[in-house]
């Protein structure tokens, strides 16, 4: 699939909402229906509550997150769970993120979130068409199960 401008925007869009995650490679992801924006998630450290991140971030939450680094709700499945029921159908999934440098990094989906992505797309209801990243050198866009299988 061809990139758009609205692609490229949009990716802009979910490359400045990586900058709100408090891990150390941080991760946005934005689905967009219809021309907007329905779902926004960011990488999170999975040992911490969704309710401690609305509340405010604890103090120790960085020195905790560098220790476990690694266990983190990835910004894809953020976004998936935030999205509103029977809304996904014909929605795009834009992917971004940073390195540890802060620089644009590649933002393919991992396998695990390939995986929750492609099963979301086959669920009624749901039905994301397509998902947009940056592979390191250009944004692509490709089907769930480009994504998937690809
Ligand atoms: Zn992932």
Redesign the pocket.
Known sequence: MSISKRDEYWYEQALMLARSSICKFT?GAIIVHKGKPIAYGVNIPCFRSVREFTSGVPRDIHAENRRRRNETT????RALLNSPRGKLEGSILYSARFTKRNTEGPSC??I??KQIIFAAARYPGKGIKAVVYFDGIDLVKVSPEELYYG
Do not use: L
Request: hydrophobic share 20%.
């Open positions: 991760h990835h910004a894809e499945v989906p991992c695990s979130c």
